[in-house]
């Protein structure tokens, strides 16, 4: 059972992260991200965004890829220089058609209470996409 | 995230502060749900001090504002700020709810 985070910082300039399937760990991957960006000189706005699609990615891979399962693990990997950032987010489930999710944006779904993670995303990167299997998403924010 | 209630006349005004993230949206969960079962069904969030609110979180401000609604109640957002703002717009939220610039005007709006 994964029962830590286990981290690699690459030559590349990768950042490369195992998380359990742990819903607490979310908080303190955002906050590492988010730090390295403030470091690089990256303004509120492009925080909040990077902060609410890693959100969404990560309780997405959580709770819908791993379905909660402690025993799988969710592997993060993570790019950050001054002109862009990379976040790759990938799950051990089963994986999903994220084109079927239902737009929830339409009149007849405003009242989902759920199905508007992967929509936000979309919005508040400048690049979403999703493996084939749909266990692993990949996103680029540009400063 | 920190969440104070206080009563005001009728209505009940539920304070929200920090972040409304995944690991908080139990708690937002509870302090609306609540409220609604406990029949406070006249409810206003007031998020001047939110500074980010996840989709998990806004699931419970739906789930809250249809069960308040359907008690003959309702459920209005006070005084988002611009990034809340943007995201209720974004995921044109802003059609639910009613939206607010102060806890004042959504008490009077009723």
Same mark, same amino acid.
């Given at each position: 059972?994964?029962?830590?985070?286990?981290?690699?910082?690459?030559?590349?300039?990768?950042? /490369?992260? =195992?998380?359990?399937?742990?819903?607490?760990? &979310?908080?303190?991957?955002?906050?590492?991200?988010?730090?390295?960006? /403030?470091?690089?000189?990256?303004?509120? $706005?492009?925080? #909040?965004? =990077?902060?609410?699609?890693?959100?969404?990615?990560?309780?997405?891979?959580? /709770?819908?890829?791993?379905?909660?399962?402690?025993?799988?693990?969710?592997? &993060?990997?993570?790019?950050?220089?001054?002109?862009? &950032?990379?976040?790759? &987010?990938? $799950?051990?489930?089963?994986? #999903?058609?994220?084109?079927? =999710?239902?737009?929830?944006?339409?009149?007849?779904?405003?009242?989902?209470?759920?199905?508007?993670?992967?929509?936000?995303? /979309?919005?508040?990167?400048?690049?979403?996409? #999703?493996?084939?299997?749909?266990?692993?998403?990949?996103? =680029?924010?540009?400063? | 995230?920190? +969440?104070?209630?206080?009563?005001?006349?009728?209505?009940?005004?539920?304070?929200?502060?920090?972040?409304?993230? +995944?690991?908080?949206?139990?708690?937002?969960?509870?302090?609306?749900?609540?409220?609604?079962?406990?029949?406070?069904?006249?409810?206003?969030?007031?998020?001047?001090?939110?500074?980010?609110?996840?989709?998990?979180?806004?699931?419970?401000? +739906?789930?809250?504002?249809?069960?308040?609604?359907?008690?003959?109640?309702?459920?209005?957002?006070?005084?988002?700020?611009?990034?809340?703002?943007? +995201?209720?717009?974004?995921?044109?939220?802003?059609?639910?709810?009613?939206?607010?610039?102060?806890?004042?005007?959504?008490?009077?709006?009723?």
């Amino acid at each position: 059972m994964p029962d830590a985070v286990r981290q690699t910082d690459d030559a590349d300039g990768w950042v /490369r992260k =195992v998380l359990p399937t742990d819903l607490t760990t &979310v908080r303190e991957t955002e906050r590492e991200v988010l730090g390295r960006l /403030r470091e690089l000189g990256y303004d509120d $706005d492009q925080l #909040f965004a =990077v902060r609410l699609a890693l959100e969404e990615a990560l309780v997405n891979a959580m /709770r819908h890829g791993n379905r909660l399962d402690p025993d799988l693990s969710v592997h &993060v990997a993570y790019l950050a220089t001054p002109e862009r &950032v990379e976040i790759r &987010v990938a $799950d051990e489930g089963l994986g #999903f058609d994220p084109g079927g =999710v239902p737009d929830p944006t339409v009149d007849e779904n405003l009242e989902r209470p759920c199905g508007r993670g992967i929509m936000l995303m /979309r919005c508040y990167m400048d690049e979403v996409a #999703f493996s084939a299997s749909g266990n692993e998403v990949a996103m =680029v924010k540009y400063r | 995230m920190e +969440i104070q209630t206080r009563r005001e006349g009728q209505c009940r005004v539920v304070c929200i502060s920090g972040s409304a993230d +995944i690991n908080a949206s139990a708690a937002l969960r509870e302090a609306l749900l609540g409220a609604v079962e406990g029949g406070d069904t006249r409810i206003v969030c007031d998020m001047a001090e939110t500074d980010f609110i996840c989709s998990d979180a806004l699931g419970v401000l +739906i789930t809250a504002y249809l069960k308040a609604r359907g008690r003959g109640g309702f459920l209005h957002l006070a005084s988002p700020r611009d990034h809340l703002a943007e +995201i209720l717009e974004t995921t044109r939220l802003d059609r639910l709810f009613s939206i607010y610039p102060d806890v004042h005007a959504a008490l009077s709006a009723g």
